[in-house]
């Protein structure tokens, strides 16, 4: 059973720091493309990041422009895990955060949640002071 599981979310002040992670359990990470996205709270879902299969494609990573020089997305194959890294937080990335894995298309990582199939439950970030 294909399963994804977030967590690392929280409160945390402007300027902060938090490292979410996504561990996969029925399947391989490595072999698909996992993306991060956020929903808050009366707007629509959007990507925050993703990166490409390591085993299919390259590992390329991308990042929207609202977080890009602050968001780090990685994979520790190892662990079955990818995490987004995020640094200099500001109110307006208050959000449930979602990793979610595409199926489709191995080699091509995107940010449009409409190309993922997998999600999981999802995990609140809240930056205030």
């Known amino acids: 059973q294909v399963q994804l599981v977030e967590s690392g979310g929280g409160l945390v002040q402007p300027g902060g720091s938090l490292r979410l992670s996504c561990v996969g359990s029925?399947?391989?990470?490595?072999?698909?493309?996992i993306g991060w996205f956020r929903q808050a709270p009366g707007a629509e879902r959007e990507g925050v990041s993703c990166i490409s299969s390591i085993s299919i494609s390259d590992g390329s990573t991308d990042y929207a422009d609202s977080v890009k020089g602050r968001f780090t997305i990685s994979r520790d194959d190892a662990k079955n895990t990818v995490y987004l890294q995020m640094n200099s937080l500001k109110p307006e990335d208050t959000a449930v955060y979602y990793c979610?894995?595409?199926?489709?298309?191995?080699?091509?990582?995107?940010?449009?949640?409409?190309?993922?199939?997998?999600w999981g439950q999802g995990t609140q970030v809240t930056v205030s002071s």
């Open positions: 029925g399947f391989s990470l490595d072999y698909y493309a």
């Open positions: 979610a894995s595409d199926h489709a298309d191995l080699s091509v990582a995107t940010l449009d949640p409409a190309d993922y199939d997998y």
